[in-house]
């Protein structure tokens, strides 16, 4: 088996780890904070959470606070497992000797 087989194309793009590395260590996180801790565009951030979305490896959460709309997202169990997967993966690649 190869050292690279559980690298996750998911997960290849620096916004989508970035996503994924905040909702590791966090409940659950909105827009807003995504958008400043990564320092996105609401276009890209948009696209790399529907991509994450899409593999079922976050759940969006849309709501009103006040008149004002808020997304939070959350990474779900088979985002977790995937994500630790491909950190694990990551870290067997950089330590190969």
Do not use: C, W
Not at 57 to 69: A, L, M, T, W
Not at 77 to 93: T, Y
């Amino acid at each position: 088996m190869s050292i690279i087989n559980n690298i996750n194309k998911a997960f290849d793009h620096r916004v989508r780890l970035g996503i994924m590395s905040i909702l590791m260590v966090n409940e659950y996180a909105d827009f807003n904070m995504l958008k400043e801790l990564l320092g996105a565009t609401d276009g890209n951030l948009a696209s790399h959470t529907k991509a994450l979305e899409k593999e079922a490896y976050i759940n969006v959460e849309k709501q009103f606070i006040g008149r004002k709309p808020n997304t939070r997202y959350a990474a779900t169990k088979l985002g977790r497992a995937a994500f630790q997967k491909h950190i694990e993966a990551l870290e067997k690649l950089i330590n190969k000797q």
